[in-house]
């Protein structure tokens, strides 16, 4: 049973998500501010969590970053009323692995949460394979690390899960709005460029030629 935690401080919204999650299943733990949202992350170690960008105490953009800081491999799905476009691309752009806007729909959002916890590239035991292997490099999908000559090189959550997408469709295009919904949620704006720079960081750190454009169309990864 997959650990849900979410971090609202509006009683009767965290009272729905409670009832909405435990109905669907999950096993549901909540927290009415940062500080003990963030306590409850750090120590429970939830498989995702929902959280609100306006608290009390900390705003919500400074929990994501705490708390991806200590734990780069954590989910959260941010569920707010915020309508500025900048701060949403720029909460996916620090590692938020959703953005679903308020007031949402119970089905939507229930179907985000799905599919955030299946974005999880860790096998399990005995029915895939550990590694993935590329031009001089090993992608650690149990560890979620990248390891190239023998060195750690440091992915943040949304570059591994790209990778590993490229990795497990090489030789295929992926096109930007198979990137956008698989990597970065459903729904997401098809006009950013998010994935083209996301694509150049992994470029820089891989340091090859391994990822090719597709123009006008996505990427591939070059099969060895």
């Not at 400074?62 to 941010?78: G, H, K, M, Q, W």
């Amino acid at each position: 049973m997959a650990h849900v935690l979410v971090i609202e401080d509006e009683p009767s919204l965290r009272l729905l998500l409670g009832r909405l999650l435990t109905d669907a299943g999950y096993r549901v733990s909540t927290a009415a501010t940062a500080a003990l949202g963030l306590q409850a992350a750090m120590t429970e170690i939830p498989d995702l969590v929902i959280l609100d960008l306006i608290l009390p105490d900390i705003p919500g953009e400074e929990v994501l970053s705490v708390l991806l800081a200590s734990r780069p491999d954590a989910r959260v799905l941010i569920l707010s009323s915020v309508a500025e476009v900048g701060r949403r691309i720029a909460v996916l752009d620090t590692g938020a692995a959703d953005f679903v806007a308020k007031p949402f729909s119970n089905g939507e959002l229930l179907a985000r949460v799905r599919a955030r916890l299946r974005d999880d590239a860790r096998p399990s035991p005995g029915t895939q394979q550990r590694y993935l292997t590329g031009h001089g490099f090993e992608l650690d999908l149990q560890r979620r690390e990248l390891v190239m000559g023998g060195n750690r090189i440091e992915l943040s959550q949304r570059e591994f899960v790209l990778l590993a997408h490229l990795l497990h469709r090489r030789g295929q295009v992926c096109t930007r709005q198979e990137l956008l919904a698989d990597v970065w949620g459903i729904g997401f704006d098809p006009g950013t460029n998010v994935v083209d720079v996301y694509v150049r960081r992994l470029r820089s750190k891989l340091a090859t030629n391994s990822i090719e454009t597709v123009r006008n169309v996505g990427y591939r990864f070059v099969a060895c």
